[in-house]
Protein backbone atom coordinates (compact mmCIF):
# COMPACT_ATOMS: atom_id res chain seq x y z
CA UNK A 1 0.00 0.00 0.00
CA UNK A 2 0.94 3.63 -0.82
CA UNK A 3 0.25 5.99 2.07
CA UNK A 4 0.50 9.45 2.61
CA UNK A 5 -0.19 11.58 5.94
CA UNK A 6 -0.33 15.01 5.57
CA UNK A 7 -0.63 17.17 8.68
CA UNK A 8 0.10 20.45 10.10
CA UNK A 9 1.22 20.88 13.18
CA UNK A 10 2.30 24.39 15.37
CA UNK A 11 3.88 22.76 18.83
CA UNK A 12 4.54 19.76 18.14
CA UNK A 13 1.96 17.09 19.01
CA UNK A 14 0.28 16.31 16.07
CA UNK A 15 3.49 15.35 14.13
CA UNK A 16 4.50 13.18 16.96
CA UNK A 17 1.06 11.01 16.06
CA UNK A 18 2.04 11.30 12.52
CA UNK A 19 5.69 10.07 12.59
CA UNK A 20 3.94 7.69 15.24
CA UNK A 21 1.31 6.11 12.29
CA UNK A 22 3.96 6.67 10.18
CA UNK A 23 6.46 3.66 11.82
CA UNK A 24 3.63 1.33 12.67
CA UNK A 25 2.00 1.16 9.08
CA UNK A 26 5.66 0.76 8.01
CA UNK A 27 6.13 -2.06 10.00
CA UNK A 28 3.05 -3.66 8.33
CA UNK A 29 4.84 -3.58 5.05
CA UNK A 30 3.35 -0.06 3.52
CA UNK A 31 5.20 2.44 1.86
CA UNK A 32 4.57 5.28 3.88
CA UNK A 33 5.19 9.69 2.88
CA UNK A 34 4.92 12.15 5.75
CA UNK A 35 4.23 15.74 4.22
CA UNK A 36 3.56 18.45 6.89
CA UNK A 37 2.26 21.21 5.51
CA UNK A 38 2.92 24.83 6.00
CA UNK A 39 1.19 28.14 5.46
CA UNK A 40 3.75 30.62 3.28
CA UNK A 41 3.19 33.07 6.12
CA UNK A 42 3.12 31.92 9.53
CA UNK A 43 0.76 34.01 11.58
CA UNK A 44 -0.85 33.48 15.08
CA UNK A 45 -3.27 30.98 15.61
CA UNK A 46 -5.74 34.04 15.83
CA UNK A 47 -4.38 35.70 13.20
CA UNK A 48 -6.06 32.89 10.29
CA UNK A 49 -9.19 33.54 8.81
CA UNK A 50 -11.23 30.60 10.25
CA UNK A 51 -12.21 28.83 6.93
CA UNK A 52 -9.16 28.66 5.50
CA UNK A 53 -10.11 30.47 2.74
CA UNK A 54 -7.61 32.30 0.28
CA UNK A 55 -4.75 31.03 2.97
CA UNK A 56 -1.70 29.78 0.98
CA UNK A 57 0.21 26.81 1.82
CA UNK A 58 3.67 26.60 0.90
CA UNK A 59 4.09 23.79 -1.96
CA UNK A 60 1.80 21.36 -0.67
CA UNK A 61 1.52 18.10 -2.11
CA UNK A 62 -1.88 18.67 -3.79
CA UNK A 63 -2.14 15.47 -5.62
CA UNK A 64 -3.22 12.49 -4.02
CA UNK A 65 -3.62 10.20 -7.53
CA UNK A 66 -1.03 7.57 -6.62
CA UNK A 67 -1.72 6.88 -2.70
CA UNK A 68 -3.95 3.72 -2.13
CA UNK A 69 -4.84 6.16 1.35
CA UNK A 70 -4.41 9.24 2.43
CA UNK A 71 -4.39 9.98 6.38
CA UNK A 72 -4.77 13.81 7.08
CA UNK A 73 -3.90 15.09 10.69
CA UNK A 74 -4.57 18.61 12.31
CA UNK A 75 -4.90 19.98 15.87
CA UNK A 76 -8.12 21.01 16.88
CA UNK A 77 -8.18 24.93 17.23
CA UNK A 78 -11.34 26.36 18.74
CA UNK A 79 -13.36 22.92 18.40
CA UNK A 80 -12.32 23.08 14.44
CA UNK A 81 -9.49 22.30 11.88
CA UNK A 82 -6.75 24.58 11.98
CA UNK A 83 -7.08 27.01 8.76
CA UNK A 84 -4.24 25.54 7.25
CA UNK A 85 -5.66 21.85 6.90
CA UNK A 86 -9.27 23.68 5.78
CA UNK A 87 -6.98 25.37 3.17
CA UNK A 88 -5.30 21.96 2.08
CA UNK A 89 -8.65 19.65 2.13
CA UNK A 90 -10.14 22.29 -0.41
CA UNK A 91 -6.87 22.07 -2.95
CA UNK A 92 -6.16 18.94 -2.92
CA UNK A 93 -6.12 17.11 -6.59
CA UNK A 94 -7.70 13.62 -7.59
CA UNK A 95 -10.00 13.51 -4.50
CA UNK A 96 -12.44 11.66 -5.76
CA UNK A 97 -13.07 7.97 -5.42
CA UNK A 98 -10.19 7.90 -2.82
CA UNK A 99 -9.98 6.10 0.73
CA UNK A 100 -9.18 8.54 3.70
CA UNK A 101 -8.42 8.47 7.54
CA UNK A 102 -8.44 11.53 9.68
CA UNK A 103 -7.15 12.07 12.95
CA UNK A 104 -6.94 15.15 15.23
CA UNK A 105 -5.07 16.22 18.25
CA UNK A 106 -6.50 18.41 21.36
CA UNK A 107 -6.29 18.97 24.89
CA UNK A 108 -9.83 18.04 25.88
CA UNK A 109 -12.56 19.23 23.43
CA UNK A 110 -12.46 17.81 19.47
CA UNK A 111 -15.94 19.49 18.59
CA UNK A 112 -16.66 19.30 15.40
CA UNK A 113 -13.18 18.98 13.82
CA UNK A 114 -13.25 15.22 12.34
CA UNK A 115 -16.63 15.91 10.84
CA UNK A 116 -15.49 19.32 9.05
CA UNK A 117 -12.89 17.63 7.57
CA UNK A 118 -14.64 14.45 6.59
CA UNK A 119 -17.53 16.80 4.85
CA UNK A 120 -15.10 18.65 3.06
CA UNK A 121 -13.69 15.42 1.39
CA UNK A 122 -17.14 13.18 1.22
CA UNK A 123 -18.31 16.33 -0.66
CA UNK A 124 -15.44 16.08 -3.28
CA UNK A 125 -16.37 11.98 -3.85
CA UNK A 126 -13.79 10.51 -1.24
CA UNK A 127 -14.87 7.99 1.54
CA UNK A 128 -13.38 8.13 5.41
CA UNK A 129 -12.47 4.77 6.39
CA UNK A 130 -11.68 5.89 9.97
CA UNK A 131 -10.83 8.63 12.62
CA UNK A 132 -8.83 9.07 15.60
CA UNK A 133 -9.05 11.83 18.31
CA UNK A 134 -6.04 12.04 21.18
CA UNK A 135 -6.81 14.38 24.11
CA UNK A 136 -3.60 15.10 25.69
CA UNK A 137 -3.58 17.78 28.32
CA UNK A 138 0.03 16.98 29.49
CA UNK A 139 2.96 15.84 26.46
CA UNK A 140 1.47 12.68 24.68
CA UNK A 141 2.47 9.51 26.93
CA UNK A 142 2.76 6.04 25.71
CA UNK A 143 -0.90 4.90 26.82
CA UNK A 144 -2.10 7.84 24.27
CA UNK A 145 0.73 6.51 21.81
CA UNK A 146 -0.61 3.27 22.13
CA UNK A 147 -3.77 4.15 20.05
CA UNK A 148 -1.85 4.90 17.04
CA UNK A 149 -1.25 1.38 17.13
CA UNK A 150 -4.50 -0.04 17.58
CA UNK A 151 -5.53 3.32 14.76
CA UNK A 152 -3.07 1.25 12.18
CA UNK A 153 -3.83 -1.87 12.81
CA UNK A 154 -7.52 -0.88 12.08
CA UNK A 155 -6.54 0.95 9.07
CA UNK A 156 -4.56 -1.94 7.35
CA UNK A 157 -7.45 -4.07 7.93
CA UNK A 158 -10.10 -1.88 6.05
CA UNK A 159 -6.95 -1.57 3.39
CA UNK A 160 -6.51 -5.60 3.09
C1 LIG B 1 -5.49 28.66 18.98
C2 LIG B 1 -5.69 27.32 19.65
C3 LIG B 1 -6.97 26.83 19.85
C4 LIG B 1 -7.18 25.60 20.48
N1 LIG B 1 -8.46 25.12 20.61
C5 LIG B 1 -8.66 23.92 21.21
C6 LIG B 1 -9.98 23.39 21.34
O1 LIG B 1 -10.99 23.98 20.90
N2 LIG B 1 -10.14 22.21 21.98
C7 LIG B 1 -9.08 21.51 22.51
O2 LIG B 1 -9.29 20.47 23.10
N3 LIG B 1 -7.80 21.97 22.35
C8 LIG B 1 -7.57 23.15 21.72
N4 LIG B 1 -6.28 23.61 21.55
C9 LIG B 1 -5.15 22.76 21.94
C10 LIG B 1 -4.53 22.04 20.73
O3 LIG B 1 -5.51 21.42 19.94
C11 LIG B 1 -3.56 20.93 21.19
O4 LIG B 1 -2.62 21.45 22.05
C12 LIG B 1 -2.91 20.26 19.99
O5 LIG B 1 -2.50 18.97 20.34
C13 LIG B 1 -1.73 21.03 19.46
O6 LIG B 1 -1.20 20.36 18.34
P1 LIG B 1 0.25 20.71 17.75
O7 LIG B 1 1.25 20.53 18.87
O8 LIG B 1 0.47 19.70 16.67
O9 LIG B 1 0.23 22.11 17.22
C14 LIG B 1 -6.06 24.84 20.92
C15 LIG B 1 -4.76 25.35 20.74
C16 LIG B 1 -4.57 26.56 20.11
C17 LIG B 1 -3.16 27.07 19.89
Not at 151 to 157: D, S
Request: hydrophobic residues 45%.
Amino acid sequence: MNILIAYYSKTGSTEMVAIELQQHLLKKGSKVRLARIFPTKELKAYQYKKNGKSLKLKQPLLDVKFFDLVVIGTPVWNFCPTPIILSYLRSMRNVKGKRFALFATCTALPGTTIQRMGNILTTNGATVLNSLTIRSIFALDEPKLAKVGLFAEALHKLLS
